[in-house]
């Protein structure tokens, strides 16, 4: 029984050593290899000074050193946090300071962009260097070294005393207002989560599962804590185009998949061989569309579906198994193992069938909370009573702001967000975060950033715009001033200069209901 989720890899060690673990180009690591790693980051990071609970970001595209940071944080009874490697300098800072970063595992490349931002992160005394780590600059106060040498120069050391309540990682998301949250994540909620999904796909030492989307994505990272649970190979890749995807199933004799709308759409028409390994197909971070998932059930007929939702709260909440698709293809399924999903009305009754609720998630899965933010945690996680045995039991739920309908025969449909949150590419986006930066801009008096319908990323964001004092403002213009400030998905898909001031609503805020009505269509086809 793993009760730590850096367990996993050893209790994989254990049972079979030679067995492949991890696969990173060249590179082939199998789990005597992989425990190894992940014991000498251990004792680099407590050589480094690492205290129980300290937090260690690590900032790097996937590789093996990535996944050795990760769970040779958690193996010293640190807490990781993994930084998508898609986020720019001001983002990756604000997230260093926001959570206290202690030590940060990146690269030389990426060391250089940070070089500015990280003087403003006070709590960060060490920075360990991959790759070539050569003509590194010198940071004052930080003590930069090569990750070999804080791997070779590291004395076996006894790792901080840890319990499954214990924090293991903090992943950032996009909130609905405002900067991006911590989602705390203890150890216990990793664990069950890789349980309860291995055990509804089935998986096994046999599988071999590529890890396509970031980890820093709770579905990402699940990739990884799903194979070691099972002792199965997980094979990471940088892509950089669809193809490279198809290359890699095919080479590397994938029979897991896990991908978000927009990359399935991209992989659907592709020729996929008629001896394809792939066994199962996963999606999630939003609804796939019926046309893709036909196109990849005719391309792949001997690869299940498996259609899921969840949210970073609460890891993972329902999914549809592949024998219902056919009778319901529009469904979020049911509860995965060990979770109960239930839709309740705003006084926390539960709704009647077909009775539209908030979808909220008890359980195992459910996260600590927000990092350092007990306002806005107490906003989404709630106190539950649970009604079993006449006994007060009462636990923490997560309200996912989100509203469903249950049918009659328990399954669950998705209607609509109850706040402003844009869903775009797999990933949940603050129109708050995007405005911010438009709003630096000189020129802007009023901006707002919506998320609109759009065929091939789910929703696209769409950015209004009323210049400063009649100033002379174009799309190109604005895109070109806010995108070294934007990774690529927070980027606007289009650009709207309105000649007259934003409608406002009855409070005097910029209205997005009407102005969402009013562009739903704008991407339609010949709008």
Excluded at 53 to 69: C, D, G, T
Excluded at 358 to 366: N, S, T
Excluded at 380 to 402: I, N, T
């Amino acid at each position: 029984m793993s009760d730590l989720i850096q367990q996993f890899i050893f209790a994989s060690a254990q049972r079979t050593p030679q067995a492949e673990a991890l696969v990173y180009g060249a590179q082939r690591l199998d789990y005597a290899a992989l425990a190894g790693a992940v014991q000498g980051a251990a004792h680099g990071l407590l050589a480094r000074g690492l205290r129980r609970s300290e937090r260690v970001a690590v900032y790097l595209e996937k590789n093996i050193e990535n996944v050795a940071a990760m769970f040779g944080a958690a193996q010293a009874g640190g807490v990781f946090v993994p930084v998508n490697p898609l986020l720019k300098a001001e983002q990756v800072g604000y997230i260093l300071a926001d959570c206290n970063v202690r030590v940060l595992v990146t690269s030389a490349d990426r060391l250089r962009l940070l070089a500015e931002t990280l003087a403003a992160c006070p709590d960060l005394h060490t920075v360990i260097v991959t790759g070539r780590a050569q003509d590194l600059p010198r940071l004052p106060n930080l003590h930069v070294l090569p990750w070999a040498a804080a791997m070779q120069d590291a004395p076996p050391a006894a790792p901080h005393r840890c319990i499954d309540t214990d924090m293991a990682a903090i992943l950032y998301t996009s909130g609905s207002t405002g900067r991006p949250k911590g989602v705390v994540l203890s150890h216990r909620n990793m664990v069950a989560g890789a349980v309860s999904v291995s055990t509804y796909l089935e998986n096994t030492p046999a599988d071999r599962l590529l890890a396509v989307l970031p980890l820093s994505f709770d579905y990402g990272l699940s990739q990884l804590t799903t194979a070691f649970r099972v002792g199965a190979t997980a094979v990471l890749i940088n892509h950089l185009f669809a193809n490279d995807v198809l290359k890699a199933v095919v080479a590397e004799k994938i029979t897991g998949l896990a991908a978000v709308p927009p990359l399935w759409i991209q992989l659907a028409p592709l020729a996929w061989p008629a001896d394809c390994t792939l066994r199962y197909l996963t999606n999630s971070g939003g609804a796939m569309q019926r046309a893709t998932l036909d196109a990849l059930r005719a391309a792949l007929p001997q690869a299940q579906p498996f259609l899921m939702y969840g949210l970073t709260e609460a890891f993972r909440s329902t999914y549809l198994p592949p024998s219902e698709l056919a009778r319901r293809p529009d469904s979020m399924g049911k509860a995965i193992p060990n979770a109960e999903v239930m839709v309740l009305r705003p006084d926390g009754s539960e709704c009647a069938p077909n009775e539209p609720g908030e979808l909220v998630h008890r359980g195992a899965l459910v996260s600590l909370g927000y990092w350092n933010d007990p306002a806005k945690t107490a906003e989404r996680f709630k106190p539950y009573v649970s009604p079993q045995y006449g006994l007060p039991l009462v636990e923490m739920a997560v309200w996912s702001g989100d509203i469903v309908r249950r049918d009659e025969e328990g399954f669950l449909y998705f209607i609509s967000r109850n706040d402003e949150m844009i869903k775009t590419s797999g990933y949940r986006v603050s129109p708050t975060e995007v405005e911010e930066v438009v709003y630096a801009r000189d020129k802007v008096g009023e901006a707002a950033a919506l998320g609109v319908q759009h065929p091939a990323l789910g929703q696209a964001i769409v950015l209004l715009v009323y210049p400063r004092d009649g100033a002379a403002l174009t799309e190109s213009e604005l895109l070109a001033a806010i995108k070294p400030h934007l990774p690529a998905y927070m980027l606007p898909q289009k650009v709207l200069v309105s000649a007259t001031p934003l409608p406002r609503n009855p409070n005097g805020k910029i209205d997005r209901k009407l102005l969402s009505t009013q562009y739903a269509h704008v991407f339609a086809e010949g709008a």
